[in-house]
């Protein structure tokens, strides 16, 4: 009841709450305002040097026509950067291929059989008769694997004669083993 | 003085560039200067800052769309070029951004470019304590006396919240120099 009669007795202007706060603060900042001026300085006590704003257009032109140019030296050089930076990366990529392939490491597959045997020829083992005789199954081997000229069976006869007084003695037939 | 519209129309013209420009340097270097003097406190710093403002400006000129006055635009680019100033100087020192303003507070008493009394260096003291957004309120309202308007423009802030900034800021200035 009490707050219908108050609505009824007492109104506000139209639109007074809307900038209730705004009107607040205004009071506020003044009323602050008004007493910080009663004791605070509104000179802040900063200077200039003398003729320091008749120089000031100058010196800006000045400046302006010194960055000018180097704003486009800037680009140029920007511009290089890329280029050098492209060109260090296609050499970086280059290089790591090449080192890639070049770090394959060598398979026997891969060998050809003639580096094999220019091994062999042109490096000293260093190993005796005897230790080849161990590391060669003998089974495997044939005669001519040892002897670079074929033994023609002229010379064994011609040998024989030689060495034994009567060769007939041997009994040579053909083709008997 | 030249409205504003023209002289912008004058500066993006390579033929009446030059003449424009410097109408333009000497319409605002003033309030510009004492701007960024407020923020960084030493001449020759204020001095590097505001010609680098001239020549963004002069530079930037042709992207300026006209969606804020012309000032706002100037001062919005010399606050931003004050405030990475200040950050470049702290980093380049290795302190915080509270150290280096009380390092330029206290600098002040050698600078033969301040005149202040105990009572301005003590006022200054003051500021530098302030947040960022209180800070730039406060000189803007205080000691350029521009309007909520103009401010809420260069500092892309609702007017309202200025009116809290700056009510803050007066409160936090005055409660300081009560202090002892």
Redesign the interface.
Not at chain 2, 113 to 117: A, E
């Given at each position: 009841m009490n707050n219908k009669n108050n609505k009824k007795n007492f109104k506000t202007p139209e639109g007074y709450f809307e900038g209730f706060?705004?009107r607040l603060?205004?009071r506020?900042?003044d009323a602050?305002?008004n007493?910080?001026s009663s004791?605070?300085?509104?000179?802040?006590?900063?200077?200039?040097?003398d003729g320091?704003?008749d120089s000031?257009?100058k010196?800006?032109q000045e400046?302006?026509k010194v960055?000018v140019p180097k704003v486009i030296a800037l680009n140029r050089r920007r511009k290089f950067y890329y280029y050098a930076a492209a060109a260090v990366a296609a050499i970086v990529l280059l290089t790591v291929g090449i080192q890639t392939n070049i770090n394959q490491e060598p398979t026997f597959e891969n060998l050809a059989k003639t580096e094999i045997e220019d091994y062999f020829e042109t490096n000293d083992l260093g190993m005796t008769s005897y230790e080849i005789a161990e590391v060669i199954p003998i089974d495997e081997l044939e005669i001519y694997d040892i002897l670079d000229n074929k033994i023609e069976e002229e010379n064994i006869i011609d040998y024989l004669d030689n060495s034994i007084e009567n060769i007939e003695e041997l009994n040579l037939t053909d083709y008997e083993y | 003085m030249i409205a504003e519209e023209t002289l912008l129309n004058e500066l993006k013209q390579l033929e009446t560039q030059a003449k424009a420009f410097?109408v333009l340097?000497?319409t605002y270097?003033?309030r510009l200067?004492?701007h960024i003097?407020?923020i960084v406190?030493n001449?020759d710093d204020t001095?590097d800052v505001?010609?680098n403002t001239?020549?963004k400006v002069?530079k930037n000129i042709d992207g300026f769309k006209g969606d804020s006055k012309l000032y706002s635009w100037m001062y919005r680019i010399a606050t931003n070029e004050a405030l990475t100033f200040l950050k470049k100087k702290s980093k380049k020192l290795g302190i915080s951004d509270s150290e280096l303003q009380n390092k330029m507070v206290s600098n002040l008493q050698a600078d033969v470019?301040?005149?202040?009394?105990e009572?301005?260096?003590k006022?200054?003291k003051a500021i530098a304590i302030l947040p960022e957004k209180q800070k730039l309120v406060f000189n803007m309202?205080?000691?350029q006396e521009m309007k909520y308007e103009e401010i809420s423009e260069v500092l892309n802030t609702s007017?309202?919240g200025l009116?809290?900034s700056?009510?803050l800021a007066?409160?936090k200035?005055?409660s300081f120099?009560k202090g002892d």
């Open positions: 706060s705004d603060l205004d506020m900042s602050k305002g007493l910080e004791f605070l300085p509104k000179s802040d006590g900063f200077m200039l040097p320091y704003f000031l257009n010196n800006i400046k302006l960055e | 410097e340097v000497n270097k003033e200067y004492w003097r407020r406190l001449h001095d505001l010609q001239f020549i002069f470019y301040f005149d202040g009394d009572i301005q260096l006022l200054q309202k205080y000691y007017v309202g009116k809290a700056y009510h007066v409160k200035v005055e120099l």
